[in-house]
């Protein structure tokens, strides 16, 4: 709801509510000479809220989340989701960059019920094709006496802008050609001299109550009659936008902040063509850590690169509508249909929120393992034949090896470090490691004979063939014979088998690499690095050179 207050007479209009879901009256105040109120109807219609890019590049997280927001709430309402194109930025729009805005809008789930590619009843949706009536609109205000044809060349504005500078005054437009006569009107028009139209400002101020930012006041006379025409016959952003809202009906408009200044030149136009006010919502800008806003020097920005590192869209969607949203509870895991039945636009934050690309890539986690067991694994197994690691996409070493891993996994992109990390053996770089010095002076070197004794008799090779079982017979049996146990046997062990000091559980891994080297699914540029082979270069250390001089002091090689 808006209200025009000022120094001019106004009358008291009580209006139904047509956009609101409360049945209170509405109240508007308008100049009597100058605004009219169109007959509204008893019966509220539907929420119709809408999504409006411009496809002047990629679809930004911040759009995304707007675009989300304006889903959700459609949504729970029963709703309609309009998608709007304004491409009326001839030089930067493009054909190819609003094509990848639907591809990623359809890839996070979002689907619209009117828009390019579906149609409805409130087309053309695109900016472009509604120039016919942004004139018919414009013509219309000229004719009520809103607007007026304004002839001030470019050199004359500037002039404007730099006098008003000098005295300190806001750069508004001086009103020049605002009470010009017909006569002077049509000489320049005899003469062809270019024109705009111009808005005719009210005195006063306006007031909107935001539905997440509260009462938003403006004065008027710091803002100057603005141009709704260029000289070319385009239209203004302000203007194609009261226009589109108003005739495709929309009723509550969820943007970004920044568009806020906007909204005043945006209600004044509503009143002026009669139109009925939207309910407007602001929602606040996304933060880079620094509390910046978030932009691409900070890295990732666009949900394209994000899909392209590998994010799921069900954690994109649920991460976005945390920022600056949340159910009141301590539940952060969300899905689609979750967070249509739990969103209300009273508990959207007007704070700015904080883009955390950690707990973003958390959050891609939580999703990617709440995935099926059986999908998860086609998943991570397809992305391991994909990347070269692995021969095959199914089987037992498929099955353990996802059982194993999946928990180290984030994002599916990591399912290749993962996997090669398992394969490889940096013992020697782990060995010279501060972390392994310990290990190393806990009589390492004898740990190692024995464990080549265990391997060169076939015990422990005929435990790892008995798989769990056996492999934990053989440990207790090891132990024991050594006097050792808990991380005095363990961590040797680990670092002996796997060449490195942390890791997935020790069992599964040494025995998924027993089933490596025996079943050929790895490839040869996996790294790959069989246990016969980690046997050898164990028996190639020398012990006493390492225990009296390490030369090269490393970090122990990572999970």
Known sequence: MALLCGGMPWSKVIVPPIFHHSHTPRTFFFQRRRFSVSALSEQPPPVR????????????VGGARTALFNYLFARSKGGKFVLRIEDTDLERSSRESEEAMLKDLSWLGLDWDEGPGVGGDYGPYRQSER???????????????????????????????????????????????????????????????????????????????????????????????????????????????????????????????????????????????GFPMPYFAHVSLILAPDRSKLSKRHGATSVGQFREMGYLPEAMVNYLALLGWGDGTENEFFT????????????????????????????????????????????????????????????????????????????????????????????????????????????????????????????????????????????????????????????PLRLLLTGKLHGPDMGASVALLYRAGTSNVVTPESGFV???????????????ALSKDQPVKETAAPV
């Open 49 to 60: 809220v809408r999504f409006a890019p411009s496809p002047t590049g990629n679809l930004h």
């Open 131 to 273: 120039n016919s009536l942004y004139k018919q609109y414009a013509e219309n205000l000229h004719q009520s006496g809103h607007v007026y044809r304004c002839f001030c060349s470019n050199e004359e504005l500037e002039k404007m802008k730099e006098v008003a500078k000098l005295k300190q005054l806001p750069p508004v437009y001086t009103g020049k050609w605002a009470s010009a006569t017909n006569e002077e009107v049509e000489e320049e028009l005899e003469k062809g001299t270019p024109y705009t139209y111009r808005f005719r400002v009210p005195k006063g101020s306006l007031k909107i109550n935001d539905q997440i930012r509260g009462e938003v006041s403006w004065n008027l006379d710091t803002l100057g009659d603005f141009v709704i025409m260029r000289s070319n016959g385009q239209p203004v952003y302000n203007f194609c936008v009261t226009v589109d809202d108003a005739t495709m009906a929309i009723s509550h408009v969820i943007r970004a902040e920044e568009h806020l200044p906007n909204t005043l030149r945006q209600a004044l136009i509503y009143k002026a063509l």
């Open 336 to 491: 689609l249909d979750q967070l249509v039945e739990k969103f209300t636009i009273e508990r959207v934050n007007k704070s700015g929120a904080i883009f955390d690309s950690t707990k973003l890539r958390w959050m891609n986690g939580q999703h990617l393992r709440a995935r099926p067991s059986e999908e998860l694994t086609k998943l991570i197994a397809e992305y391991w034949k994909t990347s070269g690691l692995l021969t095959v996409s199914d089987g037992p070493f498929i099955d353990e090896a996802v059982h194993l891993l999946k928990d180290g996994i984030d994002l599916i992109n990591d399912a290749d470090k993962a996997l090669a990390n398992l394969l490889s053996y940096p013992v020697h770089s782990t060995l010279q490691s501060d972390e392994a010095e310990s290990v190393l002076l806990d009589n390492l070197s004898e740990f190692a004979a024995s464990l080549l004794a265990a391997y060169d008799s076939g015990d422990l090779v005929a435990a790892l063939e008995e798989g769990h079982t056996g492999w934990q017979k053989w440990v207790k049996g090891f132990g024991k014979s050594l006097k050792r146990k808990g991380k005095s046997l363990f961590m």
């Open 530 to 544: 069989t246990l016969d082979e980690r046997f050898k270069m164990l028996r190639q250390i020398d012990w006493e």
